[in-house]
């Protein structure tokens, strides 16, 4: 997006007030032995460096629990 908005807008500016992260766990991987908390790492970071005083939301955590599926 950010290149995007460089390239196509004349001011050149960042048009989103919020960055939103949405993280999916894998069938066989526990949320907290997932990647999650590095890549939302890496995301703050790009955002401070690329697009600072944006917010970014995390959400959307899919996990699934194999008890509850439906065959």
């Known amino acids: 997006m950010k ?3 460089d390239y196509n ?3 050149g500016q960042f048009a989103c007030d919020v960055i939103n992260y949405h993280d999916y766990i894998t069938d066989t991987e526990a949320p907290e032995q997932s990647d999650f908390r590095q890549n939302a790492r890496e995301i703050v970071k790009w955002v401070n460096e690329n697009v600072p005083g944006r917010d970014v939301w995390l959400s959307e955590f899919d996990v699934v629990a194999n008890d509850k599926k439906v065959p």
């Open 3 to 5: 290149k995007w908005f």
């Open 9 to 11: 807008r004349e001011d």
